[in-house]
């Protein structure tokens, strides 16, 4: 019996691939067999990836994208297909965020929010279904965040954009199963990464963070790493539409 958690010579892109989530999330596929594509606006950053990934004796490109302009997310898919011929799953995992009261959001907070989560997220699926179409298979995952489901203060362009990217999800999933194209999303809890490192560093920021959470600790990259492993996978073949929340339990209670 070989391995359940194998997707040896599959080709994987990650949006926001240079750190945090998406970087933890290019290791454990790389380990797995996976051949990579990392897109950031830091292509430096990606790099510093890729060369771990290198040494698994696994292939990877890095490409500088930002998923706001439609223009480089054409390019990503075209040199994509370029290096490898062929597209087996896209990870939309880049987002953005401004944290402030609703009565001070600007439009261009709003607009920068929004062009990257969800107008960039859309545009990414659409160029990997023009793939996937052709090849009749394909897997797509959508970073969403328990924001989509649970209101926040605060943060109310970003979780309704991550609300949006739940409700899409399951509208390509409907639209493109006839292709045997599977899209999926996630949407983690409260993770600890490079984007909350100052806040971590703070005692009582902890004990406050824990507090809601029913597992009583911070997630950790690889809590969505290991789940998206298993999305890519055969054994994840008859899994389209959904989203799966990792939070420690956070909206259960």
Known sequence: MGKVLDVTDKVVLITGGSRGIGAEMARE??????????????????????????????????VSCDVSK???????????MEEFGRLDALVNNAGANVTKYAVEVTEEDWDFIYDVNIRGLFFCCQ????IMIQQNSGKIINISSVGGA????????Y???KAAVIHLTKSLAAEWARYNIRVNS?????????????????EEWIKGAVKAIPLRRLGEPKDISQIALFLLTDAADYITGQTFYIDGGTLAE
């Open 150 to 157: 649970k209101p926040y203060k605060r943060i109310a362009p």
């Open 29 to 62: 596929f790389a380990a797995a067999g996976a051949d990579l594509v990392l897109a950031s606006r830091n292509r430096e950053s990606c790099e510093i990836i890729a060369n771990e990934i290198r040494e698994l004796g696994r292939r990877v490109l890095t």
């Open 127 to 130: 160029e990997a279904a023009k």
């Open 70 to 80: 439609l223009a480089d997310i054409q390019n990503l898919f075209k040199v994509t």
């Open 186 to 202: 996630i949407a983690p809890g409260l993770i600890g990464t490079e984007i909350n490192a100052k806040e971590r560093e703070n």
């Open 159 to 161: 979780t309704a954009s």
